[in-house]
C-alpha cells in the first residue's frame, strides 16, 4: 500500500521539487511561489517544523519507520531529490536562457508570480485592515530588498554558513528569492561556482547554514501561517506584487550607480518601460515575446491552481 501511495503521489512531488530548483536558482524567482502554486506549500512547512530533538527521541523509542512517518519522510524525500536534481543539471539550461532570451524569460517569471498574487489572496480567509497593513508592509519588504545593491565578501566558512542560512528563509518565502539575497550580499557566483565545480567544502558549509536556516524559519512560518493565516498571507501577497520590480523585464544601467565608489558585483539596474529600453539600448524590446511568455505563465498557473482545486474536491467528496 505504501508504495502504492508514493507511486500515485510523489512522483508529482518530485516534479514540483524540479520546478522548485529551477526558480531557486534564478536570481529573483522564489522555490516558495511555485511550492504555493502548486499547493504544498503548508504540508512542506508542517512537514520541516516535525523536525527536532523530539525526532531523535521517537527514533530511539519507536524505530526509523515511525520517525520516518513523524515527518513526512516520503514526502520530504520526493520534494528535496527533486529540488537537488534541478539544482545540479536545470542550473545550466536556466543559465543559457537567461543569456540569450532574458527579456522573455523575466516576461515569463513576471507573469509566473503576478499570477500568483491570485490564488494566494483568495486563500486569505478574511480581509481586515491588520490585513491591508500586513500587505503594505510586505509591498515595502519586497521593494527595499530590490533596492540593495551588489556587493562583495569573502567565501570563507563562516560567510558560507551563514549566507545558506539566509538565502534558505529566502527562499521559501514566496517572492523573495534566495538567490537574489545571494546576489546582494555578494556570494552568488562563489556558490554557483561551487555548484559547478563540485567544491565539497563550500557546499557543506553552505548547506550546513541552510539546513540549521530552514529548520528554524520553516517552524516560525508554520506557526505563523496556523496562528494568523489571513495576516501572513496577505504579507505574502504584499511580498509577491513588491518582488515583481525584481523580475520586470525591461531594465537599463543606471548612470547615478556608476563610479559611486563601491565594487560592485553587478551595474546598477532601473526598470524602464518597453519603447524606452528599445530607444536607449538600440535593441529590440522583445515586448510580444515577453508578454506571450507571461500569459503562457499565467494560463499556467490557473491551471495548476484549477487541477489543484478539483483535486481536493475530490478529495473532500471522497472521490
Known amino acids: 500500500m505504501g508504495m502504492d501511495v508514493f507511486k500515485s503521489r510523489y512522483w508529482g512531488v518530485g516534479v514540483r521539487g524540479l520546478a522548485m530548483g529551477a526558480a531557486d536558482v534564478v536570481p529573483g524567482v522564489s522555490g516558495g511561489t511555485i511550492a504555493f502554486i502548486t499547493g504544498i506549500y503548508t504540508?512542506?512547512?508542517?512537514?520541516?517544523?516535525?523536525?527536532?530533538?523530539?525526532?531523535?527521541?521517537i527514533l530511539f523509542r519507536e524505530g526509523v519507520a515511525a520517525a520516518w512517518r513523524q515527518v513526512n519522510g516520503n514526502f520530504l524525500l520526493a520534494l528535496f531529490?527533486?529540488?537537488?536534481?534541478?539544482?545540479?543539471?536545470?542550473?545550466?539550461?536556466?543559465?543559457?536562457?537567461?543569456?540569450?532570451?532574458?527579456?522573455?524569460?523575466?516576461?515569463f517569471f513576471f507573469g509566473l508570480i503576478l499570477a500568483s498574487v491570485f490564488p494566494i489572496a483568495r486563500r486569505v480567509p478574511q480581509w481586515t485592515w491588520q490585513c491591508g497593513l500586513a500587505l503594505l508592509l510586505g509591498v515595502l519588504g519586497a521593494v527595499l530588498v530590490s533596492e540593495m545593491r551588489p556587493t562583495e565578501i569573502a567565501a570563507t566558512p563562516v560567510t558560507l554558513f551563514f549566507s545558506g542560512a539566509i538565502a534558505i528563509c529566502a527562499m521559501i518565502l514566496p517572492g523573495i528569492s534566495g538567490s537574489?539575497?545571494?546576489l546582494m550580499i555578494g556570494i552568488y557566483p562563489q556558490v554557483?561556482?561551487?555548484?559547478?565545480?563540485?567544491?565539497?567544502?563550500?557546499?557543506?558549509?553552505?548547506?550546513?547554514?541552510?539546513?540549521?536556516g530552514l529548520?528554524?524559519?520553516?517552524?516560525?512560518?508554520?506557526?505563523?501561517?496556523?496562528?494568523?493565516?489571513?495576516?501572513?498571507?496577505s504579507a505574502l501577497v504584499g511580498i509577491l506584487l513588491g518582488s515583481l520590480k525584481i523580475v520586470w523585464p525591461w531594465k537599463l544601467?543606471?548612470?547615478?550607480?556608476?563610479?559611486?565608489?563601491?565594487?560592485?558585483?553587478?551595474?546598477?539596474?532601473?526598470?524602464?518601460?518597453?519603447?524606452?529600453?528599445?530607444?536607449?539600448?538600440?535593441?529590440?524590446?522583445?515586448?510580444?515575446?515577453?508578454?506571450?511568455?507571461?500569459?503562457?505563465?499565467l494560463i499556467l498557473?490557473?491551471?495548476?491552481?484549477?487541477?489543484?482545486g478539483r483535486h481536493v474536491s475530490n478529495i473532500s467528496h471522497g472521490v
Open 43 to 57: 504540508e512542506l512547512l508542517d512537514s520541516l517544523s516535525r523536525i527536532g530533538p523530539h525526532t531523535l527521541g
Open 81 to 107: 531529490s527533486g529540488i537537488l536534481i534541478s539544482i545540479f543539471s536545470l542550473a545550466k539550461v536556466i543559465s543559457f536562457l537567461l543569456e540569450h532570451y532574458p527579456i522573455v524569460v523575466w516576461g
Open 180 to 182: 537574489f539575497i545571494l
Open 192 to 212: 554557483i561556482t561551487s555548484v559547478h565545480e563540485m567544491d565539497i567544502g563550500a557546499l557543506f558549509w553552505f548547506a550546513a547554514g541552510a539546513g540549521c
Open 215 to 233: 529548520l528554524l524559519f520553516s517552524r516560525l512560518l508554520s506557526w505563523l501561517m496556523h496562528r494568523f493565516p489571513s495576516i501572513t498571507l
Open 253 to 297: 544601467q543606471d548612470p547615478a550607480g556608476v563610479g559611486a565608489g563601491q565594487e560592485a558585483l553587478a551595474p546598477t539596474m532601473t526598470n524602464v518601460l518597453p519603447g524606452e529600453f528599445a530607444r536607449v539600448s538600440g535593441e529590440p524590446s522583445y515586448f510580444v515575446g515577453a508578454a506571450m511568455a507571461g500569459l503562457l505563465a
Open 301 to 308: 498557473v490557473l491551471s495548476i491552481e484549477w487541477v489543484h
